[in-house]
């Protein structure tokens, strides 16, 4: 090894009550930040944007508006383990289905059928549309079409 | 052989109840469970579809899948192994040890697919043919060198790039014949080398990321530098490699914004912006969807009428953390 990591101290988090957000763009992204640097690129206000802790032990969100999940696929064989379960203790809060409007998926086409398979998988059990698929941090073009989407989706509700 | 590959001088004993980056506990898991032998492909089924490509398709296919032959054996026998004396956490090491393995599977599995579509002189014609093919071995030393370097993130730049971009003017051809309804479980077993590809260049790219981030401003701008000079030397080389391969058979221009695109994902898992523009990274349809079904359906909700999206199916993948 070239040098040892400090330990991480996760104990932080307190007794676990959600913490609520107003916001209309939600999203979850693993240490690695692809799906961080994807919203970053859409370049909302900052209050209109919050991020899903990245442990699993913290406190989740509660939505307090409707709003858009953004969310990266974890890429396996048969599926299982796609959808970050950070992501499923979020969405078990009734209150945070109640609010979802519609599902963006990252993910990679190396993935044969699993690709985006994240974003299927919250889409069948919310019953919310998938609305957009990108691979990685996503493109230029990514970047537009879901910026643009998301203003004429909020524009018209 | 060539000069060893530098190996710890010191070890320490492994400690998986102890955890510094769960990353490396995520990756060995995913790495682990997507684990698969060349044996449950039941390759002796496209045989019969083998018969039916030319001698020219043929000659391509075998050079093709001796290429890859020989980036694999260099991703396991110098690539992942040369990562590990660089490595931050002992759980880095591990997951470095279960990339080597793996990619001798790969390596392997070209030769089951050899000795059950083709005949021994045919084998050892591609193999001569890929020993004497100056730009593969071109690309196969610029990586050595790196490897055989002494700039831990050079390295993970090299070996990311390998990871991501060199392999697919290889994997190109078995999702063109699958498109074509040809080689088809040759082809299932190709995909589960690319998602194998995926998981190790996502992991050595974050690797790399991890480690830039510790350097000062000039040492980084050095690094995203050399990084974009690398990729378009292997790719001035790959441009060679694929019009020696495919100009045979017409299918070079195809194959090169393949190579865009993956280019761009190679970028991407090095935490760098896409370099090529969408106007030459628009890949064959079929071919895109002999990669992944779901990519080329149409999935973007905000460009349709908005009357006819998609309800996501995957109620077979469940997970017992879900409470509804």
């Given at each position: 090894?070239?040098?040892?990591?400090?330990?991480?101290t996760t104990d932080t988090a307190e007794a676990e009550s959600p913490r609520q957000v107003s916001a209309r763009l939600i999203y979850f992204s693993s240490a690695s930040g692809y799906t961080h640097r994807f919203v970053g690129k859409l370049g909302f206000a900052a209050e209109q944007v919050a991020r899903l802790p990245l442990m699993t032990k913290e406190p989740t969100l509660l939505a307090t508006e409707p709003f858009v999940l953004v969310l990266p696929t974890y890429g396996g064989g048969d599926g299982k383990g796609a959808v970050p379960k950070q992501v499923i203790k979020f969405l078990n809060v009734k209150a945070n289905r109640d609010l979802i409007q519609g599902v963006i998926a990252g993910g990679n086409t190396n993935f044969y059928e699993a690709y985006c398979l994240a974003g299927d998988i919250v889409?069948?059990?919310?019953?919310?549309?998938?609305?957009?698929?990108?691979?990685l941090m996503g493109t230029a073009e990514d970047v537009v079409a879901v910026r643009e989407g998301l203003e004429r989706f909020w524009e018209q509700r | 052989m060539a000069e060893a590959v530098k190996t710890l001088d010191h070890v320490v004993a492994i400690n998986w109840n102890r955890i510094q980056d769960d990353k490396d506990v995520e990756v060995w898991n995913r790495l682990t469970s997507n684990f698969w032998l060349p044996e449950k492909v039941p390759l002796s089924n496209d045989i019969q579809s083998w018969a039916t490509l030319t001698e020219d398709e043929k000659t391509l296919t075998m050079r093709v899948f001796t290429g890859l032959t020989l980036l694999d054996t260099i991703q396991g026998t110098v690539g992942a192994v040369s990562l590990i004396p660089d490595s931050l956490?002992?759980?880095?090491?591990?997951?470095?040890?279960?990339i080597a393995f793996m990619e001798s599977v790969h390596a392997k599995s070209y030769s089951s697919i050899f000795s059950t579509l083709a005949n021994t002189k045919q084998i050892d014609d591609a193999f001569r043919w890929s020993q004497e093919n100056e730009n593969l071995q071109r690309?196969?030393?610029?990586?050595?060198?790196?490897?055989?370097?002494?700039?831990?993130?050079?390295?993970?730049?090299?070996?990311?790039?390998?990871?991501?971009?060199?392999?697919?003017?290889?994997?190109?051809?078995?999702?063109?014949?699958?498109?074509h309804a040809k080689l088809t479980n040759t082809a299932d077993l190709i995909r589960l080398i690319i998602r194998d590809e995926a998981v190790h260049g996502y992991y050595i790219g974050y690797k790399f990321q991890r480690g830039v981030e510790t350097e000062r401003a000039e040492r980084q701008a050095e690094l995203k530098d050399y990084t974009f000079e690398l990729l378009f030397e292997l790719y001035e080389n790959e441009v060679q490699y694929t019009h020696d391969l495919y100009d045979s058979v017409g299918l070079a221009e195809d194959v090169k914004k393949f190579l865009h695109y993956n280019a761009n994902k190679a970028l991407m898992n090095l935490g760098y912006e896409a370099m090529f523009p969408s106007t030459v990274t628009d890949v064959n349809p079929a071919i895109l969807s002999a990669l992944s079904p779901n990519a080329d359906e149409n999935h973007d909700f905000f460009s349709g009428s908005g009357s006819s999206y998609v309800i996501g199916k995957a109620e077979n993948t469940e997970d017992d953390d879900w409470d509804f």
């Open positions: 090894m070239r040098s040892a990591l400090v330990e991480r889409s069948a059990k919310c019953g919310v549309p998938l609305m957009y698929r990108f691979e | 956490t002992t759980h880095e090491e591990a997951v470095y040890t279960n690309k196969a030393k610029i990586i050595l060198d790196f490897y055989h370097g002494d700039d831990p993130l050079k390295k993970k730049v090299a070996s990311t790039i390998l990871e991501s971009f060199l392999f697919y003017s290889g994997f190109y051809l078995p999702m063109y014949w699958s498109s």
